[in-house]
C-alpha cells in the first residue's frame, strides 16, 4: 500500500477519484497526491480518525493544506504510545516514489483523546467534510460502540461496508434514514481496492485536478443536506 501503488491500482480500476484515510495520520497524503496526478486521478486529502470512544469517523478535507494543518494540531491529541514495529509494523512516511523519507513512531492505531463531539468540531473547522465509518461493522462502528447512531453530532452522511445491509439497520435504527449513504471501499490492501461501482458525474474539464475535486465536495454537501 504505497502511494504509486494505490494510485496505479486505482487508474487499473478506473477510479477518477482517491482519497487516502490513513489511521489518524495525514502524514502521506503530500505523496499520495503526487502518485495520483501522475496518473491523472484527483486525490483528496483525508483522515480516519479514531475518537476517544475509539470510534471511526473518516475525515474528508477540501485541500491538502487543510489536511496538514489538521494533522499538526491532532499532535496534540494522539496517545503518547510508541509504536512496536515487530507487532504492529513500521508506520512510514513515503515521497511519490515510493521511498521512504520518515517514521512515524506514535502507534497510529490507538485512539485520540479526543471524544466524539471534540473530535467532529475540530476536523469540521478545519473545513472538513466528517462523517461515520463503517457503521456496520462490529469493529469501531458508531453503533457496534455507542449501541446506537446518536443524532447529536449533525452527521448528514454515513458509510457502510455493504449498501446490502441498509435496510436491516433502517429498520432498528430508523434515524439514519436522515443521512445519506456513502458505500466506500475502505481497503487496507491493494486488492481491496474497489473498482468503479458507486459513482457520480461531474463536469469539470479533465485537466482541472483542483475544480473537479472542489465539485466532488460540493456534489457532497448537496446530496447530504435535506
Given at each position: 500500500m504505497t502511494p504509486q501503488n494505490i494510485a496505479g491500482m486505482g487508474f487499473i480500476k478506473g477510479l477518477g477519484a482517491m482519497a487516502l484515510t490513513d489511521h489518524n495520520s495525514c502524514k502521506n497524503c503530500p505523496a499520495f497526491f503526487k502518485a495520483c496526478e501522475s496518473f491523472g486521478i484527483v486525490p483528496i486529502a483525508g483522515m480516519e480518525l479514531s475518537t476517544a470512544e475509539d470510534v471511526h469517523v473518516v475525515c474528508l478535507f477540501p485541500t491538502l493544506e487543510s489536511a496538514l494543518a489538521f494533522d499538526s494540531e491532532l499532535d496534540k491529541h494522539r496517545m503518547p504510545i510508541d509504536n512496536r514495529p515487530e507487532i504492529f509494523g513500521n508506520q512510514l512516511i513515503m515521497d511519490e516514489n515510493d521511498e521512504?523519507?520518515?517514521?512515524?513512531?506514535?502507534?497510529?492505531?490507538?485512539?485520540?483523546?479526543?471524544?466524539?463531539?471534540?473530535a467532529v468540531d475540530l476536523a469540521r473547522s478545519f473545513g472538513a467534510i466528517v462523517y461515520p465509518a463503517h457503521i456496520d461493522r462490529t469493529s469501531n462502528g458508531i453503533i457496534s460502540v455507542l449501541g446506537d447512531f446518536p443524532t447529536d453530532y449533525d452527521f448528514k452522511c454515513m458509510e457502510m461496508a455493504d449498501r446490502n445491509n441498509y435496510e436491516k439497520y433502517v429498520q432498528t435504527y430508523p434515524q439514519i434514514k436522515d443521512n445519506a449513504l456513502l458505500v466506500c471501499s475502505d481497503a487496507h490492501s491493494l486488492g481491496n481496492i474497489s473498482e468503479a461501482e458507486n459513482s457520480l458525474n461531474i463536469t469539470c474539464e479533465d485537466a482541472q485536478i483542483d475544480a473537479k475535486r472542489v465539485e466532488i465536495f460540493s456534489y457532497i454537501n448537496k446530496s447530504v443536506k435535506k
Open positions: 521512504n523519507v520518515g517514521t512515524f513512531d506514535k502507534l497510529l492505531i490507538a485512539a485520540t483523546d479526543l471524544w466524539m463531539g471534540d
